[in-house]
């Protein structure tokens, strides 16, 4: 598109992190670094939409999101709560979006060997051409509209302004060990909730408060015993992938019952393709149910007492706390 994308030569690069920093300047420099990826990543989506660019854009405003607890000591609520409304705006003006990039993959990888040269491949591949342009229509018209320009603009002045030298904050690295704790309690107490009764809902709660937890940890490496540190990242992004699997699967069931509803009300020629949409529909939901199975195992070991002593363990960054005060 030979447009002129209306932010991106007003985009600040990241800003290298200080050696000592404050809490304020290091979530700073961090946050900065993550609205330049937004910019870059929705940027190159409106100039050619693809899924790689829709995707990256939402780990960053994930990363965002898990990163705004760590300003609220240091930042009024004039600052931190346009932040937090437009990261949780763009969150959702891109989520079914996503959800359609990623049947699209579906279909291109297991359904073609399916139902190729079949009427219910060529009106699902139909049905799905049309959705996903509709709604990259509707997302095109939220990125360009005043509203997040305006939004835009404030998080980058504000971010910057925050860069600026500070005195390093002795209290930092303990407020720092207080999120990220209070973030595992509240992951803990989501798994356990679904592990009592696992209904999508509570499974996606488990899933967003895994990410939250995960990118907290990642933001701040010197808070922590680095070995114990990878060991429970490499354990939660074991068990967002078996989340993931599932929550993708439900938004296609989900999907795929619209379009069946839809065909029903289509010429005769077309409700052939209804019932195979049908027959899919329940073949998923088979494979919705297995995997649900293998996420709640993996939600069961990460729940475990002896996990969540180990972690608790980690959290209370006592190895941190000795090494890492002259950091």
Known sequence: MSQELPYSSQTLPPTPRPAVPSLQS??????????????????????????????????????????LPFLKHSLSKQLTRPLAQGMRWLQSATSHQRDLDVLLGLLRKQMRGEFKKSITYSMLSSLLARDIADEQHRVRIMLESEVYRDLRSHWVTSLAALLSPAPQDPRALRFIHKIIRASYDDFRRAARNALRKPTPRRIHDVRILGKQLRYQLEAFPHAYDPERREKLLARLKKLQNALGAFCDLEAQVVLLKNWRNELRHSPRKHRGAGRELRRLQKRRRRERAAIKAKACKALQKI?????????????????????GGGQ
Do not use: F, M
Request: hydrophobic share 45%.
């Open 26 to 67: 290091l979530a700073a420099a961090i946050l900065q670094a993550q609205v330049y990826q937004i910019d870059q990543q929705l940027g190159a989506w409106l100039e050619t939409p693809n899924a790689d660019a829709l995707h990256e854009a939402r780990i960053a405003i994930r990363r965002t999101r898990a990163l």
């Open 303 to 323: 729940a475990a007492p002896k996990s969540h002593k180990r972690c608790k363990k980690l959290l209370r960054g006592r190895e941190a706390s000795a090494s």
